[in-house]
C-alpha cells in the first residue's frame, strides 16, 4: 500500500511535529479509495473509515460554537456537526433546521490524565490541540461535516463508525451488530444565510475543496468516521473538555463529556421486531417484541404514523370484526420522546390455526357459564397420544394460565361441572341453587348416559367441534405422556394443574382432596352414577375408571376438537 502525497493542511504546532515521546502519525495512504489515520501506534486507518481517529487516552473534539454564533453560520451544510457550547449539546443542521442532540448522563467520572500532543486543525492562527483530545477541530466559524452516505453502503462497517444518513436526516452509528439512529429534536433555527469563505480542510477521494462552513470536510460514499474508542475505565482516566466525543466499547454508544458528566447520545428507538401472531376467524391479536430505547409504540391499519393508535407501553393489540380468510397487514413503529422508529409490517390471514391462534369467548352469565367475563382461550396441539387433536391451554371459564401445578386460584380453575349438566359453577363460596346435590351418595345424577353434545359446554360456550374429551383420548394421552404423577400433566403442552373440585355433598370445596390433585370430566361414564375422569396426584397419574366417583362431583373440563 503505497503513501501518496496529498496536502491536506492539517494545522499542527511544531512541538507536536518534535515530540519523539508521542509519535503521533498521521498516515494518507491509498488503496481503491484513500483514507487518513490518526494514532500513536502507526497503524492504518479500517477500511471503513474515511478518517480514523484512534486513542485510549484521548477522545475527539468538534469545533465548539455559541448558540449565537451557531446561527451566525452561513448557508451550513447538510450533516454539518458542532457542539454547543451555550446548551452543552451537539447540533447538527440536517438540511433545514439546526437538531439538537440531548445526551443522558452515563458518569459523573472525571479522570486527571492529559496526555497532550494531538492533532491540531484551525484556520488562520495557530491553536495547540487540548491535552484530552487525539484530534482537536478549532473554529467558532465553522463546524464539520462528516461522511455523507446510507448504512447499506458500507460493507463492513467498524465498531463505532459514525455518518450522516441523508436519506433520512439522522446521524447514525455502527455498534458492533447493527446501525443506530442518534435521537434528535429541531431547535427550530433554520441557520444564516450569509455567504462564506471556503477555508478549511478536505479528505476525500477526488481532491476536492471543503464545503464553506465546515473547518474539516469528510466526504465518502462508502465510508465513515471513526472516533477514538475506549471502555469505561480509560475514560475515567481523561481530564475532559467540554465537548470531548468518544465511542464507549462497553455500553456500545457514543459518549460527549458537557463539562460536568460524561453523557450518551440519545437514541431513537430500533424498529420492534414481531411477536407471536394469533389469528382466528374473525379476530387477530398482533403481539411485538419490545424495542430498545422506546417509551411507547402506535399501531395502524395504514402505513401512517400519523394517524396511529398510541397504545402507550403495550406490546400487543387485539383487532376484532375481521373475516374470516382474509389476508391482514398492519404496521407498529416505537417511539420515544424525540423520535420514532423504523416500521415494522406485520401481515396474518384471519383463520383458525391451532397452536397459533386464540379463541376469544364472550362468556355470557346463565345456564352454562355462572358469570359474565370475556376470555382468550390459547390452543395447542401434537399432544403425544393424541397428535392431531387442537386443544385449549386452560381450563374452560379460567382467565388466565396457572401459575404452577397446584395453582387452586379461582383465575387458573376456571368453573365446574357435574357430569352431562351444562350448568357450570363457581368456587367463590356462594349459594349454588342449581346444584343437585347427593349428600349420601345414593343420589344424584342416576341415568345411562355418556355426556350429551346438548349439554357439552364446550360446544355451547367455543363453538361447533368442541367437545370435552373421550376416556380413551385421557387414557392415550396418559400412556403416551409416560404420566406417573401430576408432573406429568403439568409439564405437557397442556398444562393440567390440580385445580379444586366440588363435593357432591353440597357443592362446596372439598379440601382434603386438593392439597395435592386434581381431576378432570371425560365424556365418558362408567355407571348410571359414576363418571371417567383424569385423575392425578403427587404421587400418581391415571383415567379413574371405578365406581366411586360420583357423576355429582363438580370437576375443571379442558376442551378438544378433530
Known amino acids: 500500500m503505497d503513501i501518496i502525497s496529498i496536502t491536506i493542511l492539517i494545522h499542527m504546532k511544531k512541538s507536536f511535529l518534535t515530540s519523539l515521546a508521542l509519535l503521533i502519525t498521521l ?10 489515520a490518526i494514532n500513536t501506534d502507526g497503524s492504518l486507518p479500517d477500511n471503513s473509515a474515511m478518517l480514523d481517529v484512534k486513542s485510549t487516552n484521548m477522545g475527539m473534539l468538534f469545533p465548539r460554537l455559541t448558540e449565537t454564533q451557531r446561527n451566525s453560520l452561513s448557508s451550513p451544510g447538510v450533516g454539518l456537526l458542532i457542539y454547543n457550547s451555550t446548551s452543552k449539546q451537539f ?72 455518518i450522516y444518513n441523508p436519506s433520512t436526516n ?18 427550530g433555527n433554520i441557520g444564516a444565510s450569509t455567504s462564506q469563505t471556503s477555508a478549511g480542510f478536505a479528505i476525500n477521494e477526488g481532491g476536492g475543496a471543503p464545503a464553506a462552513s465546515a473547518i474539516l470536510d469528510i466526504q465518502c460514499i462508502d465510508k465513515g468516521l471513526l472516533v477514538p474508542r475506549m471502555d469505561d475505565g480509560q475514560r475515567n482516566g481523561i481530564l475532559p473538555s467540554a465537548g470531548l466525543l468518544i465511542y464507549n466499547t462497553w455500553s456500545n454508544n457514543l459518549q460527549f463529556w458537557n463539562g460536568a458528566n460524561w453523557c450518551r447520545m440519545n437514541e431513537a ?21 419490545s424495542a430498545q430505547e422506546a417509551t411507547g409504540y402506535k399501531w395502524n391499519t395504514t402505513d401512517n404514523i400519523a394517524t396511529a393508535t398510541d397504545m402507550g407501553t403495550s406490546t400487543s393489540k387485539t383487532e376484532t370484526g375481521l373475516t374470516d380468510g382474509t389476508i391482514y397487514t398492519r404496521y407498529v413503529w416505537a417511539y420515544n420522546s424525540c423520535d420514532n422508529s423504523p416500521v415494522l409490517i406485520l401481515t396474518a390471514k384471519a383463520q383458525f390455526v391451532c397452536g397459533s391462534s386464540s379463541i376469544r369467548v364472550n362468556h355470557v352469565a346463565g345456564s352454562v357459564a355462572p358469570e359474565t367475563k370475556t376470555v382468550s382461550y390459547g390452543t395447542v396441539t401434537n399432544i403425544p397420544g393424541e397428535t392431531s387433536k387442537c386443544w385449549i391451554t386452560r ?12 395453582d387452586t386460584s379461582e383465575p387458573s380453575a376456571g368453573w365446574y361441572w357435574q357430569f352431562n349438566r351444562k350448568q357450570g359453577f363457581k368456587q367463590d363460596g356462594s349459594p349454588k341453587s342449581a346444584w343437585i346435590q347427593s349428600p349420601n351418595g345414593k343420589t344424584g345424577i342416576v341415568e345411562y348416559s355418556d355426556w350429551t353434545s346438548w349439554n357439552d359446554p364446550c360446544t355451547i360456550e367455543l363453538g361447533a367441534g368442541w367437545r370435552i374429551p373421550t376416556r380413551s383420548e385421557w387414557e392415550n394421552v396418559d400412556k403416551a405422556g409416560n404420566w406417573t404423577d401430576w408432573n406429568g400433566p403439568w409439564n405437557s403442552g397442556l398444562r393440567l394443574h390440580g ?29 348410571a352414577k359414576y363418571g ?26 379442558r376442551c378438544i376438537k378433530d
Open 269 to 289: 428507538p430500533v424498529a420492534p421486531s414481531s411477536g407471536t401472531l394469533y389469528p382466528s376467524p374473525t379476530e387477530i391479536t398482533w403481539n411485538w417484541n
Open 532 to 557: 371417567i375422569q383424569l385423575e392425578f396426584f403427587n404421587a400418581s397419574c391415571f383415567v379413574w375408571t371405578g365406581l366411586n366417583k360420583n357423576k355429582t362431583n363438580g370437576y375443571p373440563v
Open 27 to 36: 498516515l494518507i495512504f491509498a488503496q481503491k479509495a484513500s483514507n487518513v
Open 170 to 187: 439522522k446521524i447514525n452509528y455502527y455498534n458492533g451488530s447493527q446501525w443506530k439512529t442518534i435521537c434528535s429534536i429541531s431547535t
Open 499 to 527: 385445580a379444586l373440585c366440588l363435593w357432591y355433598g353440597s357443592g362446596a370445596i372439598e379440601s382434603w382432596y386438593n392439597s395435592s390433585g386434581g381431576s378432570y370430566w371425560s365424556s365418558s361414564q362408567i355407571y
Open 395 to 406: 381450563n374452560l371459564g379460567a382467565t388466565q394460565q396457572a401459575s404452577n401445578v397446584d
Open 91 to 162: 447540533n447538527y443542521f440536517n438540511g433545514g433546521t439546526w437538531n439538537k442532540i440531548e445526551g443522558t448522563i452515563a458518569a459523573y467520572k472525571s479522570g486527571s490524565t492529559a496526555p497532550g500532543g494531538g492533532v491540531s486543525m484551525s484556520v488562520g492562527t495557530d491553536v495547540v490541540a487540548d491535552k484530552s483530545a487525539m484530534l482537536d477541530v478549532s473554529s467558532t466559524t465553522k463546524g464539520v461535516l462528516i461522511p455523507r452516505t446510507q448504512p447499506h453502503m458500507i460493507s463492513s462497517p467498524a465498531t463505532g463508525l459514525i
